[in-house]
């Protein structure tokens, strides 16, 4: 082949050199060890990571690049297989008790799980996946050992980092243990790209990993805008979901756990009571999601503080709902409340504003790229709920604000389209393979 490149190269340079140049991966095996991306988001460690999955995949099959998912199976009545969309394909391994495993003990079944992934690929011709798509550590481990085996390169995007994470806990919150320090680090050496939601999570690879910035790319997660859109507005979805129509509706959705600190938001409305009592008759705070992580250790501690803080009859908990009821709770709500320690990127934000819903958030991670301050919503600095409580009133003063601020919201929104993060990303796995080939020319002198 490469005789005939140069010949042609003699004759037709332009042709040559697109012979030279590799190829974009046309079939990518995409690994999600410890969540599946068919789990209902907002339970367990199901989470944003699942949407972004199972969305990026779909647009990716979109553009031409088949998928084919690695998730661990929770159940013995999975199929092995199974067609999440036209191009993108589940599959189902065997690694460990298929139930009752915490996200802590899924390391030891790294191996088991690397095994199935391996039985899949030996049921193919050489050369069937093109690249290796791995997210969050747990997963990186088993794509940095099958992309070595397949000789193809290796693309990862952490989601969340143990360094940072640590260094943002909650009080009483259990830090990432050394190993998956030791686990990352490694995944950023052997990786040929590494995606980062935004800019500040692509400087902390760089500060914390040593990442070499050359291999960092920033994609910015997307939303699916037509699902999440104002659609028919927020006294339509109230009266869907039986709420009142008149109320502050400060929301909170996602995972229970001391990181997302539901209980900042709950303490909030405890000081918004004491000093406007009055505001009582007509606020409702819906908690939609379940217990997650650390917040798995104390299931009711959430409802308790309610009662303790005097604030149950206003607190309604519901359980995680699929994505079109979850858009109109975005739709009914006044504004979401994220005051999380940490966030990635936080794409929760990025839904509710793309439903024409404001939102109150803590400036950290890739929130203050998400939430634009003061134009769609509020950034707090740090976690002190009486700096929550001034804004929560702001929006019971002014009836019109959550109005003027969720049209700004809805703009914004706008440019975080999928089809532009799959764009990218098809972009981020061309470099990977242009990377990959010069390591493998150098390696071979």
Not at 32 to 39: F, G, Q, R, W, Y
Not at 280 to 293: D, L, N, Q, T
């Amino acid at each position: 082949m490469s005789q005939y490149i140069n010949r042609l190269a003699r004759h037709s340079p332009s042709a040559a050199a697109r012979l030279r140049r590799p190829r974009r991966p046309r079939r990518v095996a995409m690994l999600s060890v410890h969540t599946s991306p068919l789990h209902q988001p907002g339970t367990g460690d199901a989470g944003g990571m699942n949407v972004y999955i199972v969305e990026l995949a779909q647009r990716l099959a979109a553009i031409d690049i088949d998928v084919e998912i690695f998730t661990r199976a929770t159940s013995g009545g999975l199929p092995p297989v199974v067609e999440l969309a036209p191009g993108v394909l589940v599959r189902h391994v065997d690694a460990g008790p298929y139930e009752g495993l915490a996200k802590e003990d899924l390391p030891a079944q790294l191996c088991a799980f690397t095994h199935g992934v391996m039985q899949a690929w030996a049921g193919h011709r050489p050369g069937y996946y093109d690249l290796v798509h791995s997210h969050y550590w747990l997963s990186g481990h088993v794509g940095w050992l099958a992309a070595q085996r397949w000789g193809v390169p290796l693309v990862h995007a952490m989601h969340t980092m143990a360094k940072v994470k640590n260094a943002n806990l909650a009080d009483g919150d259990t830090p990432e243990p050394a190993a998956r320090v030791i686990g990352e680090t490694q995944i950023v050496a052997a990786a040929d790209r590494l995606i980062a939601n935004t800019s500040e999570e692509a400087g902390e690879l760089v500060r914390h990993y040593s990442a070499d910035p050359a291999k960092v790319a920033v994609v910015h997660p997307g939303v699916n805008l037509d699902r999440f859109c104002p659609a028919d507005g927020r006294q339509a979805a109230r009266a869907r979901l039986g709420l009142p129509q008149d109320a502050l509706i400060p929301l909170f959705a996602g995972r229970i756990q001391p990181l997302k600190a539901p209980d900042v938001l709950l303490r909030a409305v405890a000081v918004l009571l004491d000093e406007r009592p009055e505001l009582r008759s007509r606020i409702v705070v819906p908690i939609v999601g379940g217990p997650s992580g650390s917040g798995l250790t104390k299931p009711e501690g959430l409802q308790k503080l309610a009662a303790r803080l005097g604030i149950a009859d206003v607190v309604r908990f519901r359980p995680p709902v699929g994505q079109d009821q979850l858009a109109d709770w975005f739709r009914a709500a006044s504004v979401l409340v994220m005051p999380s320690y940490s966030e990635s990127f936080g794409l929760v934000a990025i839904e509710a504003q793309a439903a024409g819903t404001p939102v109150l958030a803590a400036s950290v991670g890739g929130l203050p790229v998400a939430v634009r301050d003061g134009e769609t919503g509020f950034l707090v600095g740090g976690h002190e709920p009486a700096a929550y409580a001034r804004v929560l009133r702001r929006f019971a003063d002014d009836a019109s604000l959550a109005d003027r601020f969720g049209s700004a919201a809805a703009r914004h929104a706008q440019s975080f389209g999928w089809d532009t993060a799959a764009a990218a990303t098809a972009d981020v796995y061309l470099a990977a393979a242009q990377s990959h080939r010069r390591r493998v020319r150098s390696a071979h002198g």
